[in-house]
């Protein structure tokens, strides 16, 4: 940093004495996130001796990212780059390990490519009209299963592409926006022909196939309508005489369809009733498809699961979860639901896939201070191997945060755990100025694992606290990972619950020395954002606030956004059958109370929190004129935002506004330093 005036000067002077560097390392910088290079598509072959994995990384010139591919043997050695720069999407082994499968557009269309995994070039295999959805191997790797979208006639399609494509919202296929149902094929690697399986017309949201190839599981909706996921219904297709039958007709979402290995079950996700009225973590249930009888296996549930694997036995399934701030993986015995820890790693560790007989794992870790990198182990006996190690200059140069879960009582006795980051190179007994961090969802958690995304990450708490701030990250009530009750807690208690939950946290670290009260910043992205304008119209204790993404008036955001979880759990009702509760709720109706400085940031062409609600805001306060406010729109951008431009411009603005505002700094930014 350059000394810009002497409140700087001064400001500089005292920061650098209480937070000396330390082995030479140097704080965070918004270049660094921008630098971080994630790890993804990870895949074991079915032997366990080879993973596959990719790198992204940033492309500035092209303001936006580029990804390479690897293979590297299992027990660790060299990575070998594969496939090309054209990459692709969808990558899978065949059953047998000879081929890896993957997707990639043609004429801006996606076809399914091959390549053996021997070495050698990708070759073109499909040549569908459309192009490929989803897909999965059969069992007996002679036949690729895949969805695809029902195409136009080409007289149809002329007329479409000249201008006669009005949508007509929520019929047929169409939600907010054009869309086009979905249906089944089969391809065959051996002819290269493809066969349709079904001629309905549905919307998928997962499928597999049984081990004998004959039968397809699957998750669709007949419908479009974006707040209502509880018409995800369970479906099975017979590849033989290409017969559909429904097999669940309720009120809740079912997910994650797979067949047991006998292929006479399959499990799958689903609430705890068949109203999804019941706001829980979600439960694992077994059925039989021919007769239709199932069954809930009944556990213990704390919160999100994935990657669901049976064991070849059938008598039990691997799968992550989320256990308050740290994930690992568990093993569940389907006859009793018995659940034990097969790792128990503090931080998180994330199983990617498992060789065919479930022997060998691939997976990943990262906890506060350790980016995620990929390793491999044996399932009985766990003895990790290091794969990768994608970012090794953020241990070597860059002075990170402590953090540590903290935990305190809140309304009604509730206890709330927290993630409470501290500089590196704190001294005890200083007191610090802190901003509070809103996790989204409002079933999201924050956990103890590092990673990056363009938007806010765990690599801009490390930022901050590399600019001398305590971070404080609370899983408030609304939360996953601490089991229904937690979950539950947010119903009726929109806004104020989750304020006191915050606040007493806050209170409790100004009570232990570590917090300068009079130096209190919020933000939050997403539904972060609606707590963050909710807070500040509750309280005037925080200099300055972000709110990135939000939504402050439930009324108007019913139809334009995703807000199905007010009506059916959080609020009840609707605007026009509950009006008193959805305005209490909103931030706009007690907006007249923000003194707060609010900075305010959302993608142009946000349709999960409509970008109007931003707007409404800002247009608010600055009309009151009581608090500083400033609204930045990020073209392009969705609900995420992925331009690394506008990326470090907002965080860069946002770093500017905190400085300021709470601590009386005219901040100059970073000078960006290409890595």
């Not at 937070?19 to 390392?25: I, L, N, R, S, V």
């Not at 140097?26 to 079915?46: H, K, Q």
């Not at 994935?306 to 691997?318: A, F, R």
Request: proline share 5%.
């Amino acid at each position: 940093m350059k000394r810009l005036s002497v409140v700087l000067f001064a400001a500089l002077f005292t920061w650098s004495t209480l937070f000396a560097q330390t082995d030479g390392k140097r704080p965070m910088t918004v270049d660094d996130r921008l630098a971080f290079v994630e790890i993804g598509n990870i895949l074991l072959s079915p032997d366990g001796d080879w993973v596959f994995y990719s790198k992204t990384e940033l492309d500035w010139d092209r303001n936006g990212k580029k990804t390479s591919y690897y293979m590297i043997p299992a027990n660790g050695g060299e990575a070998i780059q594969y496939i090309g720069e054209a990459g692709g999407e969808s990558f899978q082994f065949s059953p047998d390990g000879e081929y890896l499968s993957f997707i990639r557009p043609v004429d801006d269309k996606g076809q399914l490519f091959l390549i053996p995994t021997s070495g050698g070039e990708a070759i073109q295999y499909s040549d569908h009209k459309g192009g490929i959805g989803s897909c999965n191997w059969a069992p007996n790797g002679k036949q690729i299963f895949f969805t695809a979208e029902e195409q136009l006639s080409d007289e149809e399609q002329k007329e479409h592409d000249l201008g006669a494509d009005p949508i007509f919202i929520d019929e047929g296929p169409n939600g907010k926006n054009e869309g086009r149902w979905e249906n089944f094929w089969v391809f065959n690697i051996e002819t290269k022909r493809e066969a349709r399986i079904t001629n309905e017309g549905f919307l998928t949201e997962g499928f597999d196939i049984s081990p004998d190839g004959n039968r397809i599981v699957f998750v669709a909706r007949k419908e479009n309508r974006v707040n209502e996921p509880f018409r995800a219904e369970l479906y099975l297709a017979d590849v033989r005489t290409k017969k559909v039958k429904r097999l669940t007709d309720n009120n809740a979402p079912e997910s994650n369809p797979l067949w047991a290995p006998d292929g006479k079950t399959f499990i799958y996700r689903a609430p705890k009733r068949e109203d999804f009225y019941d706001l829980t973590n979600g439960y694992f249930w077994i059925m039989n498809p021919d007769t239709g009888k199932k069954r809930r296996i009944e556990s213990e549930y704390y919160g999100f699961t994935s990657n669901i694997t049976w064991m070849p036995d059938g008598k039990s399934v691997l799968y992550n979860e989320y256990r308050k701030s740290n994930q690992n993986l568990y093993r569940m015995e389907i006859s009793s639901g018995k659940v034990a820890p097969v790792t128990n790693e503090t931080g998180s560790l994330v199983t990617y896939a498992f060789s065919k007989d479930r022997k060998k794992m691939v997976y990943t870790f990262s906890d506060f201070n350790t980016p995620k990198d990929i390793y491999a182990s044996s399932v009985k006996k766990f003895k990790p191997v290091r794969l990768t190690d994608a970012n090794p200059w953020i241990k070597e140069k860059i002075l990170l945060g402590k953090g540590q879960v903290i935990s305190w009582k809140s309304k009604g006795g509730m206890k709330i755990e927290g993630l409470f980051y501290l500089p590196g190179d704190y001294k005890k007994g200083t007191k610090l100025p802190l901003i509070l961090y809103i996790h989204g969802g409002p079933q999201g958690v924050f956990s103890n694992k590092f990673e990056c995304y363009y938007s806010a990450t765990t690599m801009d708490l490390h930022l901050y606290t590399g600019l001398g701030y305590a971070i404080l990250a609370p899983n408030v009530r609304g939360s996953s990972g601490y089991g229904d009750e937690l979950l539950r807690g947010l119903i009726g208690e929109v806004g104020d619950g989750e304020y006191i939950d915050q606040m007493t946290g806050i209170d409790k670290l100004i009570e232990e020395g570590y917090v300068d009260p009079d130096q209190l910043g919020i933000r939050g992205s997403s539904w972060g954002g609606v707590s963050t304008s909710y807070t500040i119209t509750q309280t005037q204790r925080f200099k300055a606030a972000t709110i990135e993404a939000g939504v402050t008036n439930w009324a108007a955001e019913v139809g334009p956004g995703f807000s199905f979880d007010l009506g059916l759990w959080y609020i009840g009702g609707k605007p026009w059958s509950n009006p008193e509760e959805w305005r209490d709720h909103s931030s706009i109706t007690h907006v007249e109370n923000i003194t707060t400085p609010a900075l305010i940031v959302h993608g142009g062409e946000d349709q999960t929190s409509s970008v109007g609600q931003s707007l409404m805001l800002f247009t608010a306060i600055k009309d009151i004129g009581k608090a500083p406010v400033r609204y930045i729109k990020l073209p392009r951008q969705g609900h995420d935002i992925v331009e690394p431009r506008l990326s470090r411009i907002m965080t860069i603005e946002e770093v500017k506004w905190m400085q300021k505002y709470i601590r009386g700094i005219e901040w100059e930014p970073w000078k960006r330093i290409k890595k």
